[in-house]
């Protein structure tokens, strides 16, 4: 894609969208409803068993044609058609993004660089599920000749994230006498308490990282090693209780695990947008071969959607668009994620990272500043246990908030009356704040005077409803892809790159340089440092 786009504010659809917005702001869902009896069924698409209601969002058919039509001047199009096709899209890394090539069909074929990636994506496939089974048939022995019974997957951000999501989505379908634990921080207590209790003999640790120089991934697989060895195992029993999911056969190898257990993928694929690639291996294990198929058949289901259904009925696209709308035109500053599913409840971690670092960016392709808000921030919790804490907020707040339910027509757990009470406080909430209540609906109901604007409810607040039957394997790729394709489109018109993440790297480097400070024998000058953080060093030299 080295095609050049203009300035967000030089396109003519940004400029006729910053007019059109100030004609639109005042007005109230309340009234875009009554104006139109058809609005509710109207603003709605539908994709591989995932309708969207969006006709609770601030917008009317015009706000519509023209975010299309901002779309097509940001060359949404080819875009789509350049990742799909293997272009390196991410410029700052010269590498093709290419997620979707992890579940494309065997009989597809996706060139990068001279080569068809998809055999070698389908021989990971197999390779993994060989290894799945024996670990859930119990074949795969430990060193004392007991099974597995533990999976410990060690990694972080996008090698972490994804893996603990997935797991806790579609626990319904586990092994349950099998045991998944996630180890992510380099506090050593995550670690401490994941082995809590465990036998060495029978458990199984994931080493997940693309570039396996991780620190946080490394310090804790190594401590992973020291704990099996300090269990009296042999260090050449290692190659049975250690794996890894990499791209980086020379430091796994390094690292003293047997390439053989080395589960592989390749550049192109993000950390970010990788949990359906090798680093699903504990998904895998989990849910079974079969079941992480279908899950793979969900994602290039909507990869297929994304690609090929106009505009005006795409769902990441119009979800993507609608983002923007807000960012830009309401100033709204966050996103909240609201699954009305208990087994979703790390989806709004999962999808801070696939968001944020994604779009949290200020530089265009062309290295420009962009002219724009860009990335809002993501965050959510399980609904109805949100509505006992922050959605006082998103009812009565001064801030725009828009909102994503998430709910499903059929419970994995069904329980008396609770699924239809779950699901009606969907409704209510969407419905509630949209709608809101007047003054003089509050009046109506006798409450004093005084007491009227504080139980008024403004409402045309935006939000909206995905509604799905059942949380399944294939149901949660189709979820998944959905997002990643709505991020893509954001990134798109605001023509940044969403797949690179730059702004981790400072952190990082400083981090190494303190620990040498931290860890020197003899006090060290630290005049490199602003007088804060030398202070803070100092202190914690003194206190630890
Ligand atoms: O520091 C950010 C990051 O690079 C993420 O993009 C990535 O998902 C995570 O760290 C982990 O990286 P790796 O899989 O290489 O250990």
Same mark, same amino acid.
């Given at each position: 894609?080295?095609?050049?786009?203009?300035?967000?504010?030089?396109?003519?659809?940004?400029?006729?969208?910053?007019?059109?917005?100030?004609?639109?702001?005042?007005?109230?869902?309340?009234?875009?409803?009554?104006?139109?009896?058809?609005?509710?069924?109207?603003?709605?698409?539908?994709?591989?068993?995932? &309708?969207?209601?969006?006709?609770? /969002?601030?917008?009317? !058919? %015009? $706000? *519509?044609? +023209?975010?299309?039509?901002?779309?097509?001047?940001?060359?949404?199009?080819?875009?789509?058609?350049?990742?799909?096709?293997?272009?390196?899209?991410?410029?700052?890394?010269?590498?093709?993004?290419?997620?979707?090539?992890?579940?494309?069909?065997?009989?597809?074929?996706?060139?990068?660089?001279?080569?068809?990636?998809?055999?070698?994506?389908?021989?990971?496939?197999?390779?993994?599920?060989?290894?799945?089974?024996?670990?859930?048939?119990?074949?795969?022995?430990?060193?004392?000749?007991?099974?597995?019974?533990?999976?410990?997957?060690?990694?972080?951000?996008?090698?972490?994230?994804?893996?603990?999501?997935?797991?806790?989505?579609?626990?319904?379908?586990?092994?349950?006498?099998?045991?998944?634990?996630?180890?992510?921080?380099?506090?050593?207590?995550? &670690?401490?308490?994941?082995?809590? /209790?465990?036998?060495? !003999? %029978? $458990? *199984?640790? +994931?080493?997940?990282?693309?570039?396996?120089?991780?620190?946080?991934?490394?310090?804790?697989?190594?401590?992973?090693?020291?704990?099996?060895?300090?269990?009296?195992?042999?260090?050449?029993?290692?190659?049975?209780?250690?794996?890894?999911?990499?791209?980086?056969?020379?430091?796994?190898?390094?690292?003293?695990?047997?390439?053989?257990?080395?589960?592989?993928?390749?550049?192109?694929?993000?950390?970010?947008?990788?949990?359906?690639?090798?680093?699903?291996?504990?998904?895998?294990?989990?849910?079974?071969?079969?079941?992480?198929?279908?899950?793979?058949?969900?994602?290039?289901?909507?990869?297929?959607?994304?690609?090929?259904?106009?505009?005006?009925?795409?769902?990441?696209?119009?979800?993507?668009?609608?983002?923007?709308?807000?960012?830009?035109?309401?100033?709204?500053?966050?996103?909240?994620?609201?699954?009305?599913?208990?087994? *979703?409840?790390?989806?709004?971690?999962?999808?801070?990272?696939?968001?944020?670092?994604?779009?949290?960016?200020?530089?265009?392709?062309?290295?420009?500043?962009?002219?724009?808000?860009?990335?809002?921030?993501?965050?959510?919790?399980?609904?109805?246990?949100?509505?006992?804490?922050?959605?006082?907020?998103?009812?009565?707040?001064?801030?725009?908030?828009?909102?994503?339910?998430?709910?499903?027509?059929?419970?994995?757990?069904?329980?008396?009356?609770?699924?239809?009470?779950?699901?009606?406080?969907?409704?209510?909430?969407?419905?509630?704040?949209?709608?809101?209540?007047?003054?003089?609906?509050?009046?109506?109901?006798?409450?004093?005077?005084?007491?009227?604007?504080?139980?008024?409810?403004?409402?045309?607040?935006?939000?909206?409803?995905?509604?799905?039957?059942?949380?399944?394997?294939?149901?949660?790729?189709?979820?998944?892809?959905?997002?990643?394709?709505?991020?893509?489109?954001?990134?798109?018109?605001?023509?940044?790159?969403?797949?690179?993440?730059?702004?981790?790297?400072?952190?990082?480097?400083?981090?190494?340089?303190?620990?040498?400070?931290?860890?020197?024998?003899?006090?060290?000058?630290?005049?490199?440092?602003?007088?804060?953080?030398?202070?803070?060093?100092?202190?914690?030299?003194?206190?630890?």
């Amino acid at each position: 894609m080295s095609e050049k786009v203009a300035p967000l504010s030089q396109r003519p659809a940004w400029k006729a969208l910053t007019a059109h917005a100030a004609t639109l702001k005042p007005q109230h869902l309340r009234d875009l409803f009554k104006a139109d009896p058809a609005r509710g069924t109207r603003y709605t698409a539908e994709a591989d068993g995932i &309708f969207l209601d969006y006709s609770k /969002n601030r917008i009317t !058919d %015009e $706000t *519509l044609k +023209l975010l299309i039509e901002l779309a097509e001047q940001s060359g949404l199009k080819q875009h789509i058609e350049a990742m799909f096709t293997g272009q390196k899209i991410n410029v700052t890394e010269n590498r093709s993004v290419l997620h979707v090539a992890l579940r494309a069909p065997k009989s597809e074929s996706i060139i990068v660089d001279d080569e068809d990636v998809v055999p070698a994506v389908h021989d990971t496939l197999d390779k993994m599920s060989a290894f799945a089974n024996k670990i859930r048939s119990g074949e795969w022995k430990g060193h004392t000749g007991k099974r597995i019974k533990n999976v410990i997957n060690i990694g972080i951000g996008g090698s972490d994230l994804g893996p603990v999501m997935a797991y806790e989505a579609l626990k319904h379908y586990s092994q349950r006498d099998l045991t998944f634990l996630f180890v992510s921080n380099v506090d050593g207590t995550d &670690f401490a308490e994941a082995v809590h /209790n465990l036998n060495a !003999d %029978e $458990t *199984l640790f +994931l080493i997940a990282s693309k570039t396996f120089t991780t620190l946080e991934t490394m310090t804790n697989a190594h401590s992973a090693r020291d704990w099996f060895l300090a269990s009296g195992a042999p260090e050449s029993e290692i190659a049975k209780h250690f794996a890894a999911l990499s791209t980086n056969e020379k430091l796994v190898s390094e690292f003293g695990i047997d390439t053989a257990n080395m589960f592989g993928f390749w550049d192109w694929v993000g950390g970010r947008y990788s949990m359906d690639s090798a680093i699903g291996l504990s998904t895998m294990i989990a849910i079974g071969p079969d079941n992480f198929r279908s899950m793979l058949a969900g994602f290039h289901a909507m990869d297929v959607h994304f690609r090929t259904t106009p505009l005006e009925k795409n769902l990441p696209a119009l979800m993507g668009l609608l983002t923007v709308w807000y960012t830009d035109f309401f100033d709204a500053q966050t996103v909240a994620i609201l699954p009305y599913e208990q087994y *979703l409840k790390r989806f709004p971690a999962y999808l801070q990272q696939l968001t944020m670092e994604s779009n949290g960016k200020h530089v265009t392709l062309d290295g420009q500043h962009v002219d724009a808000d860009t990335g809002p921030i993501y965050w959510g919790e399980p609904g109805t246990n949100g509505q006992h804490s922050f959605y006082q907020l998103i009812h009565q707040g001064t801030r725009l908030i828009p909102c994503d339910f998430i709910g499903f027509s059929k419970s994995l757990n069904v329980l008396g009356r609770h699924h239809d009470m779950l699901m009606a406080n969907v409704f209510a909430q969407a419905e509630a704040l949209a709608f809101g209540k007047t003054a003089e609906e509050v009046k109506a109901e006798g409450v004093a005077e005084a007491l009227v604007p504080h139980k008024v409810f403004e409402g045309n607040r935006p939000s909206n409803v995905l509604l799905a039957e059942e949380l399944t394997p294939e149901l949660l790729g189709k979820l998944i892809a959905l997002y990643e394709h709505n991020v893509f489109t954001q990134g798109v018109i605001w023509s940044i790159d969403s797949f690179d993440q730059w702004g981790v790297e400072l952190g990082k480097v400083l981090a190494t340089k303190i620990l040498g400070e931290i860890e020197a024998p003899t006090e060290p000058a630290l005049t490199n440092h602003d007088t804060s953080t030398a202070n803070l060093i100092r202190r914690y030299r003194s206190t630890k």
